[in-house]
C-alpha cells in the first residue's frame, strides 16, 4: 500500500488538510489535489524555475520538494500575487513592459521577483538579470521581463513612500 | 517524471535521525536539502526505499562564531550562510562560492552539509572546505567525530562518512587577519556546476612574502583537490605575475581531469592553469589592500 | 493590393496585450491543467537503445499493476492504428508507426504507452515493462550512413539516403568559369532544438455512442489536414474535433506535433476513459519528433575581384534522424532566400537527406533557412577577407537596391519590396560603428580581442504549400495553405472574432487581431473579443508557421470585414438615405461624410440586421451580421515541370542587419558581449513593442543554438543531452540587452503592407556572433564555422591558426 500521512499546509491564506502519498511532489499537490493551476511544470528537475513558489517566506522549486514536506508551512502561489482582483504591481509591470508571452515562466518569474525586490528595492540591470538567473524563459529574451521588474521596483518605491 | 515509491519518515533530532537511519540501513537514505537528491529520483536514478527527512532537525540549523572558528550546523540552508554576518566577517570566501552555487531557490532549500555530504567533484563548497582547511563533525550510532577536509572526500559522490553517521557540522577556520581570498569559476552558464573553480587564500607577511597560502580545486578530478606543489611554489615568495603562472601551471599537473560532455580533460588543465594564477592575483589584490 | 494609406489608428499601436490578464494569474488555460470527469493518465516507454530489433515484450506485471487500465505496445498500434502522417519522400518505406513496432530507431524512441489512474503509477507499470532487445549497429554520423554496407535506419528503404538531387538555377558553370576568386569552406551546423518551457500535450476523448473523438491539445494546425490524423486513428475524418488550446511556446515544436494527440486518442478510444497524455522533458527532449537542422555544408562562392558575389555552390548533407515526417521542406525554406540579400546570379544546390539513428527532425524557428543566412553570411566574410574588402562594403555592394523589386531570385522565388541600405545605414548608425571601430582598435593596443560582427540577411514570410513537394518531378502536390476567420457583429454591435487553428504559442494572435478588427471598423481593440474554434466545426486553417499568421489571418479579417461592412452599409444607406459611398466608418458608427451627425451607431444597424428582417433592404437576403473568409496565400506560382524555376513560393521576404560586439578571453575561450544592435524591416508593424519582444526571444534562441544548445549523440546513439543539466538553454545572464531599430518597407501584396516576422531573430543572431568572435580573433586568423561555438572550440581554433602561422 502506498505510504501516505496527512498534511495541513496553508496556501495562499487558506488552510487546508489532506493526505498526501509521501513521493507525491508539491508542484503536483498544488496543481492537482488544490487546483491552483497557476504553478507549472518545465522540466521536473529543478532547472527551468516555471514551478517556483514561496514556502515559509522563501522561493523554492516545488518539483524539488515533497508535498508531505510541507506539513505545517505557509505557502504562496502565483494565484495569492493579487489581492481582490488587484493586480500586484509586479503582474501590472509586466503587463505594461511586455514581460510576458506565452506565460509559461512567468508565474516562476513573477514570484522570483517579488522575492527579490523584498530584498532589492533598487535594483540594477544586472543584479535582475543575476536574480533571475535561474528561471528560463524561452520566449522574451528575458529583456522586456527585467524592464517589468525595474518598473515594478520603481512603483513599488512610489507607492511605499 | 515522477519518483518511484518510498517510506517517509521525519525526524525531529539528531538523536531520532541517526537512530533511523542505523534502524533503515542499508536502505534508508537521508534527506537534507534535496536539491541534488530529488531530480535523481525524479529521473528514478535514485530510487531510496526510506527517506528520513532531515529538514526538521533545527538543532542542526546554526551559524556560530566559536574560537577562531566558524561552525556551520549541516542542516544550515545554503542561503542562510550566504547571508550570515558572521560568515561574511570570518570567512568571506564561503559567502562567494556561496554565490555560484546554483540560484536563490537552490540555496534556500539546499544545505552547507547537504553539499558536502554529498561531494558532487565540481561542487563549490567542498573546495572551500579543503582550503580551508575545515573540519566535518559526522555522527554514528557510536558517538561523534571530527574528520578533516582532506580525509573527507573519497570519490565522485562519495565521502568518508560511514553507512549509518550523518555530517552534523562543519567547522571553517577564520581567515587569518589580513588574508586575501578569492573564489573563480568557469562554468557554461551562470549557475552551473563548475567545469572548474578555484578558492585561493593568501596572507603575506610583514615583509610583503607569502606567508600562508592555500589552493584548492573543483571540477578537476574525482574530488576537490588541494594544490600542495602549487602551494609549496608560492610560499615564501615574493609575490609576481610570474610566480602565479608559474603556480597555475604547477596546480594544472596536480590535478587529473575527466573529459565530459562539457569540457575535456585538456581544456580542464589549462582553465585550471589560468583560474589558478587569477585567483591568486585577486587574493594577493585582497591581502594588500586589507580587505 | 495597394498598401493602406498610412493614416492608420491601431496598426503601429502598442496595445496592452489581449492575452495577458489570464496569463499573469497563471490561468490561460494549458492543456495539461485541463481536468475532465473520469480522466486517466499516460506515459510513454522509450527505448533505451538507438537500434535493435525488439524480441518480446512482457507487459504483464505492468497490467497488473493496481491502477493500471492497459499497456500498448507496437503489436496494438498496428492493429488499433494506421501509420502516422508523412509528408516525405516515400511513407510506404520509412514507415512511420505511433510506437515502435518491430525495431527502435533511436534511443527515446517510445516502445509501450500505459494508461494508468495517475502519472505516478503510469510510470511505475513502464518500470515494469520488460522489452527483450537485440541490438543492432548503430549508424549516427551522416557520412557513414551514406556509404554502402552501412547499417540501414529503414531496410524497406535499401539506403539511409531517403532524397537526394542537385538543382542548378541559373549558369552556375558560367559565372564560376568567369569569377576571379572562389572561396571554399565546410561547415558545420549542429542539431538544436526548440525546447519551450510548456511540453506537448493533448486530453483525449472519445464518444462511443457517436463515435465523435475530441482532442484538446496544444498543437496540431493545418486544421484541413486533420482527416490525416483521423485516417491514423482509423476514425472518419468528420468524426475527429481537435480543440486547441493555449500553449506554452512552440517555436516550430508544436507545429504539427501529431503524436501526442494521435496517442492520446487512441488510448481514450481503448479504455473509453478521457486520457491525459503530457510529454515530460526527458521525453520531449529525446523524442519531440521536432529537432532542428543538422547539416554538414560545403560550399563555394565565387566572386569578382571588385567584390561582386557571382555563384553559390552548395552541398548539403542533412541529418533527418530516424524518419523524415516533413520531407526535405527545410530546404525549401533554405532555397527561398538562398541569396540573401545579394545579386548573386545563379545557385548549385547538391542535396542529401540522410536518416540515422536519432530523433526525427521537424520544425524550429527558421525551419531551415536560419541555416543558410548563417552559410552566405560566413562565406561573404570569407570572401571579404579573401579579397581585402571590408565585410559591410562587400554588403553594400552586393544589396539589392530598392528599385529592383519585386526581385527574382535564381530558385524562382521572389522578393517583394526591401530597402537593404537604408536597415544597413540605421544598423551603423544605431550602433555607432565608427566609434565599434575606434574603441576596438584602442582594445587591440590594450592587448584585448573584441570583434566586430555585421551581418545582413533575409527573412521570408508566409510558405506556400509548393515547398513541400518541387522536390519531385512527379506528382505535384496540394497548393492550398488556408488562414480563416469569422468574425461576428451581435445585436448589440459586439465583435467577436473566431480562429481556427492553434494560435497561440506566446506571440500576440488575439492582440494583433483586436487590433486589425479594430483598424477595420474604427473601434477600440478592447472591445473585440476573440476566441478559437475546433477543428470540427472550423474552418480551414494552417495556423502560426513560417511567419504567416499575421498576414494570413488579416487577410482573413479583411475579407470577412468587408462581407459584414457591405451589409452594414446597405442597411445604413437605406435608413439614412444616403448611397453607401457617402458613408464612413467612424468611432463606433457609420455615418455620412461631412455631415457626422447623421448616424446610426453599429448596435442600431446591428439589432436591425437580427432582428428586424422585414425592415432590411430587399437585396440581403439573410439576416444577422456574421461572415466567414477564408484566406488563400495572395501569391503563389507553380515550379516549372523541370524545376528549374521552383516557382514563387516564399514571396514576402523581411529583412535585417544585425551587430554583435563581442571580447573573447583567450586563454579560456569564454565571451561576454560588449554589445547588440538589431535593425529589422517587416514591412508595416502591427504592435511594434510585440515584434520587438519577438526579435529578442528570437536572439536568445539564436544565441543558444550558436553557443549553449546541441543533441549530442554519443557513437552508440545514446543521447547525452538528454536533460536540461547538459541541453543548456541560455539564462538571463547569457543573453545580452538588444538594441533595436525598424525601418517599414512595405509589401505590395499583404494585407497593410504587412510582413512576418517572428522568426526573424534567430535568423540573424548565429551569422552575427560567429562574424563577431571570428573579428575578435582576427590576429590568430581563426576561421568560424561550426556552430555551436565553446570556449574549447574557440581555444582550439586559436591554437590551429597558431600552428598554422608558424608552419607558414
Redesign the interface.
Known sequence: MADRHAINVTVNGVRYEATVESRLLLADFLRDQLGLVGTHLGCEHGVCGACTVILDGRTVRSCLVFAVQADGADIMTVEGLSRDGQLHPLQEAFRDKQGVQCGFCTPGMLLCAYEFLQEHPQPSEEAIREAIAGNLCRCTGYQFIVEAIQEAAARMAVASR | ????????V?ASTLDQAVSLLAQHAPEGKPLAG??SL??M????LAQPRY?I?L?RVSELMYVREVDAMVAIGAMTRQ?EAQRSEVVSRLVPILSEALRWT?????R??GTVGGSLAHADPAAELPAVALALGAELVAQGPAGRRVIPAEEFFLGPLSTALGPDELLVEVRFPALPSGAGWAFLE?S?????FAIVGVAAVLALSGDGRVDQVSLALCGVGPTPVRAHRAEAAVLGVEPSEGVFREAGEIAAQEIDPDSD????AA?RR??AA??VRRALVEAHRRAREGR | MATMAPARKWIGQNIPRLEDPRLLVGRPGYVTDLVLPGMVHAAILRSPVAHARIVAIDASKARSLPGVLAVVTGQEVKELTNPMPDFGPDPSKHTWWLLATDKVRYAGEPVAAVVATDRYVAEDACALIDVTYEPLPVVVDPEEAMKPGSPLVHEALGSNVAYSRTFVFGDVERDFAEADVVVRDHLRWNRSGAQPLETVGAVARYDPATGMMTIYCNSVTFTFLLFLVANTLRIPSNKLDVIPCPAGGSFGSKFWAVRVPILAGMLAKLVGRPVKFVEDRLDNLATSDHHGSDRIYDVELAAMRDGTLRSLRIKVIDDYGAYIQFGVGTHGNSLAQVVGPYKIQSVQYELYAVLTNKCQQGAYRGFGSEVTNWVVERMVDLAARELGIDPVEIRRKNFIQPHEFPYFIPTGNMYDSGNYPGVLEKALQLADYQGLREMQRRAREDGRYVGIGVISAQERSVFSATEFWFWFDQPTGITSSPESVTLKMDAMGNITATLYSQAFWGQSPETMVAQVVAEEFDIDPSQVSVIYGGSASGLPATGPGGSRFTIMVAGAIQGAARRIKDKMLKIASQRLEVAPEDLEFAEGAIRVRGTPEKRMTFQEVATLAYLFKLDLPPEIEESGLEANYTFDHPYTTMPSPDRKNLGVFYPFVGHACHIAVIEVDVETGQHRFLKYVAVHDAGTVVNPRSLNGQIIGGVAQGLGTTMYEQFVYNSEGQLLTGSYMDYLIPTAMEVPRVEIGHQETPSPFTPYGIKGAGEGGRMMTPAAVCAAIEDALAPFGVRVNEVPVTPEKILHWIDEARARQVAS
Not at chain 2, 546554483?102 to 537552490?106: E, M
Open positions: 517524471m515522477k519518483p518511484a515509491a518510498f517510506t517517509y521525519a534535496g536539491q530529488i531530480p529520483m525524479n529521473f528514478r527517506l527527512d529538514n542561503s546554483g540560484h536563490a531557490a537552490i534556500h532549500r568557469l557554461r552558464r551562470h549557475g552551473d560532455l562539457h569540457a575535456s581544456y589549462r582553465v589560468v583560474l
